[in-house]
């Protein structure tokens, strides 16, 4: 008998807790970002949208179309035709297809002259057929500085374009 | 809702104009089913909204958020708008007739109920001197449209929702009426103003007058009976998404889908109401409008039962019987001899 009524207790008192705790949860913030309006802060070393960065003085490209990341790509995503000759030698066209990209990091990785970098926060790489992901020189052309491997942070003077670029929302968001 | 003299004039001007007696009580009759129907509709689509704002809260998420602005505030309503605009699918070796029948009769089972809830004084449509019988009654027809729904839907999952659906009515029906017969026996009247006028004053001067004060036993056997009753969490058997891809309803789409849903809701809040009429004081409380407590009293029972169903895990068949025949119909018993005797040396009478 006495353990008949205790367990009806016990079983009603774990109830009662369970609530307490559900109820907690209730109050507390949501986790949610709601994403259009909001946008999470990324990571500075996320790895997003090609960027070839530049020069800041002189606001040349880096790159001396050396093709090294055209050959380490696993996907064989890029393609690319140099001009020039020595130190002068520039990018004719530059092309990466990222419907192919798988995001490896090894082109920036292999690059000698810091000149692309996937630390750029452009997350939001939609588009209405093929042919829209595949970025040219044009599209990938810095605006200006970009971390890369050997500069992550931004030197003085230079406002940090990297993970702020897209929505320049604050992480978290508004509860 | 209005008193009888004024109802009586109002029928006698068209008896004066030479047109049928039958045609003013038809048209009164309308007027306050659609009232009903429209308070039923406005607090199911509520209803829907607050449970997944709720259950995505306790769950540290938003719920809806986009439609309508303000919090997703229209979700429902562009949901009962996509419902209604759905193919109406009836299964081919359906039992057609059942089939088409089941919604309403589940719906109409609901909507009768609502003839006897006092929102106020003088707020109630027909004040019954059975109110309380009279619902019991007719909310057990609740279980005679499920199981037409299933049956007619041809279904497995839909017999077994069925089947497990008029066995935990069948349970739970005892000792939720044995639990109110406590309260009633202190009243003394079935009738509802009579329970929620009973409920006035206070107990020991401190208290307020409500029955829950004297009869909590009652009112926790009542309410898990009732949330029984109405197949929601942690008593979903009948309806489990996991096991019978919910249940008897599996059929069902569009509009007699959406019938079934607002039926469901339109239980909870009769069911809350019962227990607001009769454990909480009904309309009573200060400074606030009789209306505005009736419905305070009962959004806050809705709010616990949607706060039950997302803390708790559904329990086995087996484990339901042995709630309801070896816990709560003992506990009920024991409660209403305590009472009886009580009321017996107590009373002046005695
Ligand atoms: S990240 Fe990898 S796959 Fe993408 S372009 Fe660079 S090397 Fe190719
Ligand atoms: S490895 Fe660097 S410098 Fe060479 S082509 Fe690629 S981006 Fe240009």
């Not at chain 1, 997350?123 to 052309?141: A, I, K, P, Q, W």
Request: hydrophobic share 50%.
């Amino acid at each position: 008998m006495w353990r008949y009524l205790r367990e009806i207790w016990r079983g009603f008192w774990s109830i009662l807790l369970s609530m307490q705790i559900t109820l907690r949860y209730l109050f507390t913030r949501a986790v949610t970002v709601q994403y259009p309006e909001e946008k999470r802060q990324l990571p500075t070393r996320a790895l997003t949208q090609h960027v070839l960065t530049i020069d800041l003085e002189s606001q040349e490209l880096k790159c001396t179309a050396c093709d090294m990341c055209a050959r380490i790509c696993p996907a064989n995503c890029i393609h690319l035709a140099g001009e020039g000759k020595g130190k002068a030698r520039r990018p004719k066209w530059f092309v990466i297809d990222h419907n192919l990209c798988m995001y490896c990091n090894l082109c920036v990785e292999v690059c000698p002259f810091d000149a692309i970098s996937m630390w750029t926060g452009k997350y939001e790489l939609g588009g209405f057929s093929r042919t829209n992901l595949v970025y040219d020189m044009e599209t990938m052309h810095a605006d200006g500085f970009y971390p890369t491997i050997m500069t992550p942070r931004s030197p003085p003077g230079a406002a940090a374009k990297a993970p702020a670029a897209p929505g320049g929302g604050k992480g978290g968001g508004k509860g | 809702m209005v008193s009888a003299g004024a109802l009586e004039q109002f029928y006698a001007l068209f008896e004066a104009w030479g047109i049928p007696w039958i045609v003013p009580r038809l048209a009164i009759m309308l007027g306050v089913v659609s009232i009903i129907i429209g308070f039923i509709s406005v607090s199911a689509m509520f209803l829907i909204w607050w449970e997944r704002k709720i259950s995505a809260h306790i769950q540290a998420r938003f719920g809806p958020m986009r439609v309508g602005g303000w919090h997703g505030w229209a979700q429902s309503i562009a949901d009962g708008l996509k419902l209604l605009l759905k193919e109406d699918i009836i299964p081919t070796r359906a039992d057609r007739p059942v089939f088409i029948l089941a919604p309403i009769v589940v719906f109409a089972a609901s909507l009768a109920t609502y003839v006897v809830i006092p929102f106020g004084p003088g707020l109630i449509v027909q004040d019954l001197n059975i109110g309380i019988l009279y619902i019991i009654a007719i909310s057990s027809l609740t279980v005679v449209g499920i199981i037409m729904a299933g049956w007619g839907s041809n279904n497995k999952y839909a017999a077994l929702g069925a089947l497990r659906s008029a066995a935990q009515a069948v349970s739970y029906e005892v000792p939720l009426v044995i639990s109110l017969l406590g309260p009633l026996l202190l009243v003394g009247s079935l009738r509802m103003t009579d329970i929620v006028e009973y409920q006035g004053g206070t107990w020991l001067g401190i208290l307020p007058g409500w029955l829950i004060v004297v009869q909590p036993l009652a009112f926790l056997i009542y309410f898990t009976c009732a949330v029984a009753e109405t197949n929601r969490l942690p008593f979903d058997i009948p309806e489990a998404e996991s096991e019978l891809v919910s249940g008897f309803h599996v059929e069902y789409s569009g509009m007699r889908f959406a019938i079934f849903f607002l039926a469901e809701y339109a239980n909870m809040f009769v069911v809350c109401a019962i227990a607001t009429t009769v454990f909480l004081g009904g309309w009573q409380g200060p400074l606030l409008a009789p209306w505005v407590w009736f419905l305070l009293k009962t959004y806050f029972l809705l709010f616990v039962m949607i706060w039950l169903r997302w803390t708790l895990a559904r329990v086995r068949v087996d484990q339901l019987m042995h709630v309801a025949w070896k816990v709560l119909l003992p506990l009920a018993f024991v409660n209403l001899g305590i009472t009886g005797l009580l009321v017996l040396v107590l009373s002046p009478m005695g």
